[in-house]
């Protein structure tokens, strides 16, 4: 990660210019302080990637302003300089959270040598940062036996070890993330960054900060510099999920990173310099969106250099129940219940299905039914809810629960069972669709209560409520914006602003 403002903070006047000297000769951005206070000063109104800081200064030491920086969310790297007689103190400077240490008077290759490693730890921590708030995929096989998925997996691996940019398109849910993966972790960049924007989850005012990063006062809340994701994925590649639904004017911004690999961050005017392979997804028809004018003609031929199809599940039926099949053992060892397999009369429903939410819809349904099945017993039809728009019943007295295990009675308090339990011994399951009385729930009624049961199945995790009731990430929050604003969200119930 490119290093580009460095503070310099030393009291010996020689070392501050030599140094300063060097930096520049390197077109790197330089401030000096010549005390603790100046270093505060500049540290309030501005940001910087490295500050080299001497041990001893005139009104402290320097280890305080490491001290001071341990809260900060976006601290600069702090190199410390030292003369031989404190080396040890730069030691402890070291374990309290400084990078590296400089001994005086310091020679070019040294400093050279040190600013290189503090360029690729910094690439590391960013990226590492970046993943650790990421969505990761729970299952990362592309799966199939049918021979379209045999082709798109050859086609994958001719592609893989190329640079081209590759377009993915594709149904929800048909796996187009799982295809990018796949192009990744076969290419020469497998041991470089990986970096996901889901630009339909990012609204229009902050996906240009997203893409390409902002500079410190750029905006109101722009406390600090931040890095885009096209930077962080710098030598590695950038996955730009949904890319049809930014907007024009970023569709412009974006064509000139793919074809020059520079952009400016907001409020900058440093040509930032990439060297990024880009993969898009998107589940519209791009060209009838460019026929739309939704669409930048040049951009989508930029971006379709390399097409990737990948079918829906209703054209590849042999794949159903050996994906179904597939998806109850995973999810029988994840949630540890025993599950003896599907019914015929369950492997007849899901290939009936149209699966409409595709290899997506038939995982969920797969994993509430493990979930509503019960130990040891067969996976019928009515433990999926495929006839029921995919609302699942969540509180408990549906669900036997037992601490995630499937412990139930096969009884009710009157000792009749329903025509299902009688067909399979398993416990009815109370239509979630109507009142006690037997009249039907409104609609929106229905939908608003699932959207939150899934959120408290899900403690809140809004992408996994999203998958379990088959809609985007983006239509979630739509929603959940909708019921704040329209003052609809029960108490308690307003989970808009958590995430």
Same mark, same amino acid.
């Given at each position: 990660?490119?290093?580009?403002?460095?503070?310099?903070?030393?009291?010996?006047?020689?070392?501050?210019?030599?140094?300063?000297?060097?930096?520049?000769?390197?077109?790197?951005?330089?401030?000096?302080?010549?005390?603790?206070?100046?270093?505060?000063?500049?540290? +309030?109104?501005?940001?910087?990637?490295?500050?080299?800081?001497?041990?001893?200064?005139?009104?402290?030491?320097?280890?305080? *302003?490491?001290? &001071?920086?341990?809260?900060?969310?976006?601290?600069?790297?702090?190199?410390?300089?030292?003369?031989?007689?404190?080396?040890?103190?730069?030691?402890?400077?070291?374990?309290?959270?400084?990078?590296?240490?400089?001994?005086?008077?310091?020679?070019?290759?040294?400093?050279?040598?040190?600013?290189?490693?503090?360029?690729?730890?910094?690439?590391?921590?960013?990226?590492?940062?970046?993943?650790?708030?990421?969505?990761?995929?729970?299952?990362?096989?592309?799966?199939?036996?049918?021979?379209?998925?045999?082709?798109?997996?050859?086609?994958?691996?001719?592609?893989?070890?190329?640079?081209?940019?590759?377009?993915?398109?594709? &149904?929800?849910?048909?796996?187009?993330?799982?295809?990018?993966?796949?192009?990744?972790?076969?290419?020469?960049?497998?041991?470089?960054?990986?970096?996901?924007?889901?630009?339909?989850?990012?609204?229009?005012?902050?996906?240009?900060?997203?893409?390409?990063?902002?500079?410190?006062?750029?905006?109101?809340?722009?406390?600090?510099?931040?890095?885009?994701?096209?930077?962080?994925?710098?030598?590695?590649?950038?996955?730009?999920?949904?890319?049809?639904?930014?907007?024009?004017? *970023?569709?412009?911004?974006?064509?000139?990173?793919?074809?020059?690999?520079?952009?400016?961050?907001?409020?900058?005017?440093?040509?930032?310099?990439?060297?990024?392979?880009?993969?898009?997804?998107?589940?519209?028809?791009?060209?009838?969106?460019?026929?739309?004018?939704?669409?930048? &003609?040049?951009?989508?031929?930029?971006?379709?250099?390399?097409?990737?199809?990948?079918?829906?599940?209703?054209?590849?039926?042999?794949?159903?129940?050996?994906?179904? +099949?597939?998806?109850?053992?995973?999810?029988?060892?994840?949630?540890?219940?025993?599950?003896?397999?599907?019914?015929?009369?369950?492997?007849?429903?899901?290939?009936?299905?149209?699966?409409?939410?595709?290899?997506?819809?038939?995982?969920?349904?797969?994993?509430?039914?493990?979930?509503?099945?019960?130990?040891?017993?067969?996976?019928?039809?009515?433990?999926?809810?495929?006839?029921?728009?995919?609302?699942?019943?969540?509180?408990?007295?549906?669900?036997?629960?037992?601490?995630?295990?499937?412990?139930?009675?096969?009884?009710?308090?009157?000792?009749?069972?329903?025509?299902?339990?009688?067909?399979?011994?398993?416990?009815?399951?109370?239509?979630?669709?109507?009142?006690?009385?037997?009249?039907?729930?409104?609609?929106?009624?229905?939908?608003?209560?699932? *959207?939150?049961?899934?959120?408290?199945?899900?403690?809140?995790?809004?992408?996994?409520?999203?998958?379990?009731?088959?809609?985007?990430?983006?239509?979630?929050?739509?929603?959940?914006?909708?019921?704040?604003?329209?003052?609809?969200?029960?108490?308690?119930?307003?989970?808009?602003?958590? +995430?």
């Amino acid at each position: 990660m490119q290093i580009e403002k460095i503070l310099i903070v030393e009291d010996d006047l020689i070392a501050r210019k030599n140094l300063d000297q060097q930096l520049r000769k390197w077109n790197y951005e330089v401030k000096q302080a010549a005390s603790l206070n100046d270093a505060r000063r500049h540290l +309030d109104s501005d940001s910087f990637d490295v500050i080299i800081l001497d041990v001893d200064l005139p009104d402290g030491q320097g280890p305080d *302003i490491l001290k &001071e920086l341990q809260n900060q969310r976006q601290r600069p790297m702090v190199i410390m300089s030292t003369g031989f007689g404190t080396v040890d103190s730069a030691v402890e400077c070291i374990k309290a959270g400084a990078f590296d240490y400089l001994i005086k008077p310091t020679s070019p290759q040294q400093l050279e040598i040190t600013l290189k490693k503090a360029e690729l730890f910094n690439q590391l921590v960013q990226v590492n940062n970046y993943h650790n708030t990421s969505d990761e995929d729970e299952g990362s096989e592309l799966l199939g036996r049918t021979e379209q998925m045999k082709q798109v997996r050859k086609l994958i691996r001719t592609v893989a070890r190329t640079q081209a940019t590759v377009l993915i398109q594709g &149904e929800n849910g048909t796996g187009k993330e799982l295809v990018a993966r796949a192009l990744f972790r076969e290419s020469p960049r497998r041991e470089k960054p990986y970096i996901k924007v889901n630009c339909a989850a990012i609204s229009e005012s902050l996906i240009e900060s997203e893409f390409f990063g902002h500079e410190k006062g750029s905006f109101t809340g722009a406390i600090s510099k931040r890095l885009g994701r096209f930077e962080l994925a710098d030598t590695g590649t950038i996955l730009l999920d949904e890319i049809s639904e930014i907007s024009l004017p *970023i569709q412009t911004k974006l064509l000139r990173v793919l074809q020059e690999r520079e952009f400016e961050r907001v409020g900058g005017n440093r040509t930032i310099r990439v060297d990024v392979r880009v993969i898009a997804t998107t589940n519209r028809d791009l060209k009838q969106s460019v026929r739309n004018n939704e669409f930048r &003609e040049d951009l989508f031929f930029r971006l379709n250099v390399i097409p990737i199809q990948v079918p829906p599940l209703r054209e590849r039926l042999d794949d159903i129940t050996y994906l179904a +099949d597939h998806f109850l053992k995973r999810f029988s060892r994840k949630n540890g219940i025993k599950i003896a397999g599907l019914s015929q009369r369950c492997q007849e429903a899901l290939l009936k299905h149209n699966w409409p939410g595709n290899v997506r819809e038939l995982q969920n349904s797969i994993e509430r039914g493990v979930i509503l099945c019960g130990e040891g017993k067969v996976l019928e039809p009515e433990h999926i809810f495929l006839d029921h728009s995919g609302f699942i019943p969540l509180d408990s007295s549906a669900l036997n629960l037992r601490h995630g295990h499937g412990s139930e009675s096969s009884e009710n308090p009157s000792g009749s069972g329903t025509q299902e339990s009688a067909h399979n011994g398993s416990t009815p399951v109370p239509d979630p669709t109507s009142d006690p009385d037997g009249k039907p729930i409104p609609l929106a009624d229905l939908e608003r209560k699932q *959207i939150y049961k899934a959120l408290q199945f899900t403690e809140n995790n809004k992408t996994r409520a999203a998958e379990i009731l088959g809609i985007s990430i983006r239509t979630l929050r739509n929603k959940l914006n909708e019921y704040r604003d329209n003052g609809t969200a029960a108490p308690g119930e307003n989970f808009g602003d958590e +995430d």
